[in-house]
C-alpha cells in the first residue's frame, strides 16, 4: 500500500512540474431533499452535503462525501404475539412510530461525461462511483406499550445504532458561475451491501436504501 502511495505521488509531483493544469482540488456543499425508499419505513426530509474532489486529470479524479440526513418519521401498525396459549388475547395490535437518521461517509471515483471541473463557459455532466459507511440512529415509541415478557414484537421499543456498508453512485450537472465557482445540482443513491439485523430496525434486508437529490456550490483551488 505505501509502495502505490509514493507512485501515485510522483506521478503527481512529475505532472505539476512538466506544466501540467492538473491535479487540481475542489471543495463542494449543498442541501436538498433525502428520502429511504422502503415502504414499511419510508421517509422523506432534509440532507446535507460536504464533498471534497482530487482532480487528478480534466476527465478523472478521487471524490470523498460526507453526508449528513436530518430527523426521518413513519408509522407503522403491526401485531405483537402472545408467548404462552393462555395468554389472552393472543395477539396485540399497535402503532410504532419510528424516527431514522444517520451520517454516511463515502469515497470513489469521479468521471466527467461532458466537459472538465475546470471549464469558464458551458456545463458540465459527471457521474461517481464508490463505497462508503453508513451509521444509523433508531428511535422506535409503541402506542400501547407492551410487555416483552408476554409477547413477540415484530420491533422493539427504544433507541438504537446500526451501521451499514454502502455502494453509492450519483449522476450531477453543473454550471460555471464565475470566480472559480460552479453551481451543480445531482442526484444519489446509497445501496446497502451489507445487512446487521437490529430488533430496533422493521425491515433490515437492504435499510436503508436512500436517494438524495441536492443543489449547491463547489470551488476549485
Given at each position: 500500500?505505501?509502495?502505490?502511495?509514493?507512485?501515485?505521488?510522483?506521478?503527481?509531483?512529475?505532472?505539476?512540474?512538466?506544466g501540467?493544469?492538473?491535479?487540481?482540488?475542489?471543495?463542494?456543499?449543498?442541501?436538498?431533499?433525502?428520502?429511504?425508499?422502503?415502504?414499511?419505513?419510508?421517509?422523506?426530509?432534509?440532507?446535507?452535503r460536504?464533498?471534497?474532489?482530487?482532480?487528478?486529470?480534466?476527465?478523472?479524479?478521487?471524490?470523498?462525501?460526507?453526508?449528513?440526513?436530518?430527523?426521518?418519521?413513519?408509522?407503522?401498525?403491526?401485531?405483537?404475539?402472545?408467548?404462552?396459549?393462555?395468554?389472552?388475547?393472543?395477539?396485540?395490535?399497535?402503532?410504532?412510530?419510528?424516527?431514522?437518521?444517520?451520517?454516511?461517509?463515502?469515497?470513489?471515483?469521479?468521471?466527467?461525461?461532458?466537459?472538465?471541473?475546470?471549464?469558464?463557459s458551458?456545463?458540465?455532466?459527471?457521474?461517481h462511483?464508490?463505497?462508503?459507511?453508513?451509521?444509523?440512529?433508531?428511535?422506535?415509541?409503541?402506542s400501547?406499550?407492551?410487555?416483552?415478557?408476554?409477547?413477540?414484537?415484530?420491533?422493539?421499543?427504544?433507541?438504537?445504532?446500526?451501521?451499514?456498508?454502502?455502494?453509492?453512485?450519483?449522476?450531477?450537472?453543473?454550471?460555471?458561475v464565475?470566480?472559480?465557482?460552479?453551481?451543480?445540482?445531482?442526484?444519489?443513491?446509497?445501496?446497502?451491501?451489507?445487512?446487521?439485523?437490529?430488533?430496533?430496525?422493521?425491515?433490515?434486508?437492504?435499510?436503508?436504501?436512500?436517494?438524495?437529490?441536492?443543489?449547491?456550490?463547489?470551488?476549485?483551488?
Amino acid at each position: 500500500m505505501f509502495t502505490r502511495f509514493t507512485i501515485l505521488s510522483l506521478l503527481i509531483i512529475l505532472s505539476y512540474f512538466a506544466g501540467a493544469q492538473f491535479p487540481r482540488f475542489s471543495l463542494g456543499t449543498d442541501l436538498g431533499l433525502l428520502h429511504n425508499f422502503q415502504q414499511e419505513q419510508g421517509f422523506s426530509t432534509i440532507g446535507y452535503r460536504v464533498n471534497a474532489n482530487f482532480h487528478l486529470t480534466r476527465k478523472d479524479g478521487i471524490t470523498t462525501a460526507f453526508t449528513l440526513s436530518g430527523i426521518g418519521k413513519y408509522e407503522n401498525t403491526l401485531s405483537a404475539t402472545a408467548r404462552d396459549i393462555s395468554t389472552n388475547p393472543q395477539q396485540l395490535h399497535y402503532t410504532n412510530k419510528g424516527q431514522m437518521r444517520f451520517r454516511q461517509v463515502t469515497a470513489g471515483w469521479k468521471h466527467y461525461i461532458r466537459g472538465a471541473p475546470d471549464t469558464e463557459s458551458g456545463w458540465n455532466l459527471y457521474g461517481h462511483a464508490g463505497f462508503g459507511l453508513l451509521l444509523g440512529r433508531i428511535n422506535n415509541l409503541h402506542s400501547p406499550t407492551i410487555d416483552t415478557a408476554d409477547y413477540t414484537l415484530p420491533v422493539l421499543q427504544g433507541q438504537a445504532r446500526f451501521k451499514r456498508l454502502t455502494f453509492d453512485l450519483g449522476l450531477g450537472w453543473e454550471k460555471p458561475v464565475g470566480g472559480d465557482f460552479y453551481f451543480y445540482t445531482e442526484a444519489r443513491v446509497f445501496i446497502p451491501s451489507s445487512d446487521y439485523p437490529s430488533p430496533y430496525i422493521l425491515v433490515n434486508q437492504n435499510a436503508p436504501f436512500a436517494g438524495m437529490l441536492g443543489a449547491g456550490l463547489r470551488i476549485l483551488f
